[in-house]
């Protein structure tokens, strides 16, 4: 556990701990949520860290109302987030598909386990990837991020609520059993400097305010109800103010617009991290937990002279088809490991369906280890 920080420290975190840690830099003053393994960290140390700074935790009766609460509290001008793994995300998607259409920004952390169903509580898995992208109805615009280590499950948490706030979107993040009950040795602050967003007000008069207008970015600014500014919220198809429409034109055009916002935004929001890409002949593409296994079979095969290289996805949706496409053509081989039957596979590939792909995947319960992924390398 943490204290506030003052200074410089290293401290030795559990992943969800940093989860934490990242959502307070960020400047979350607002949790609601449900304890359910392997996420119940999160919410513990939520309880403990939030009334320090003046924040508010809240143990709702279940994931519904979780969902709910955070989006009040963000209509309300108050950056919040969530918690929760693969059972308590389901019941999550209706209110999820709520905030996309509503555009309000929350984080919701997903820390994965084996399912379907109740299934493995305490066994890892990477198999909620497409339900994080797809599990509400409807076309949506939504950002999906995934952690790998303990230092990104910092990092990329701020970058999460950063990305949220600056597109008035939704952002799921992915952890995994692995990562979230890892522990390892981060330094808080870190050395570096931490980027901080805050969504963008309106600039008008609240009898000018037009709470889903367009813009060139696509991302209307943003008024706290009970500033002065009328903000009329429903699930409904809606027009610039807020009000249920449903003329074809503004429906296509609200479309349009979700999908524009973040195809604008593509260079600020998919991220990737390359591992010695510059002369790779074979790579892996993988996220989460598996990148560390990744990791340590590039240097297993670079030992027998096999020119291997990494990339981590960290972005998974919008997916990052520049970065992919890159390596792809680069290399006469790509492996992409995964703990689930194939899911982040599927987006490789149609990024490319001519290279030369191999897939390796487990899903029993264990993670994906270094020397599975070299012996894959051997026979490429």
Not at 291 to 310: E, L, T, W, Y
Not at 343 to 358: F, Y
Not at 368 to 375: A, S
């Amino acid at each position: 556990m943490v204290d506030r920080v003052e200074s410089t420290k290293k401290y030795l975190l559990q992943g969800n701990e940093a989860i934490v840690e990242g959502a307070l830099a960020a400047g979350c003053k607002f949790y609601a949520g449900y304890p359910i393994t392997p996420s119940s960290e999160i919410a513990e140390e939520m309880s403990r860290r939030l009334p320090q700074i003046g924040g508010t935790f809240i143990q709702m009766e279940d994931e519904l109302a979780s969902m709910g609460a955070i989006i009040g509290a963000s209509l309300a001008g108050t950056k919040a987030m969530t918690a929760t793994s693969g059972p308590g995300f389901s019941l999550m998607q209706e209110n999820l598909g709520y905030a996309c259409m509503t555009e309000v920004p929350v984080v919701v952390v997903n820390v994965m386990r084996g399912g379907p169903s109740t299934g493995m509580p305490t066994s890892p898995a990477q198999s909620d990837v497409m339900q994080a992208r797809w599990g509400t109805h409807g076309d949506h615009a939504i950002i999906v991020m995934a952690v790998s280590s303990v230092s990104d499950s910092y990092e990329i948490t701020v970058h999460a609520f950063n990305m949220s706030e600056k597109y008035r979107v939704p952002v799921v993040l992915l952890s995994d059993e692995i990562v979230g009950h890892t522990r390892e040795v981060i330094t808080l602050p870190p050395n570096k400097p931490i980027e901080v967003f805050n969504r963008i007000k309106p600039s008008v008069p609240p009898e000018w305010y037009e709470p889903y207008e367009d813009n060139s970015r696509g991302v209307p600014p943003m008024a706290a109800i009970g500033t002065g500014y009328r903000h009329h919220v429903t699930g409904l198809m809606h027009d610039s103010k807020g009000f249920p429409c449903f003329r074809p034109d503004v429906v296509k055009a609200f479309h349009k617009r979700m999908i524009r916002k973040l195809a604008n935004g593509a260079s600020d929001i998919q991220m990737t991290k390359g591992y010695m890409l510059d002369d790779a002949e074979v790579a892996i593409i993988t996220f989460g937990a598996v990148s560390r296994s990744a990791i340590r079979a590039v240097k297993m095969a670079r030992a027998r002279g096999i020119k291997a290289g990494f990339l981590q996805l960290v972005t998974l949706f919008p997916f990052p088809k520049i970065a992919v496409d890159s390596v792809l053509r680069q290399c006469r081989a790509v492996l992409v490991p995964e703990m689930n039957m194939g899911q982040i596979v599927r987006e490789v590939r149609a990024v490319n369906h001519t290279a030369t792909l191999k897939q390796l995947n487990r899903f029993d319960g264990l993670m994906i280890t270094p020397d599975q992924i070299f012996e894959k390398l051997l026979n490429m």
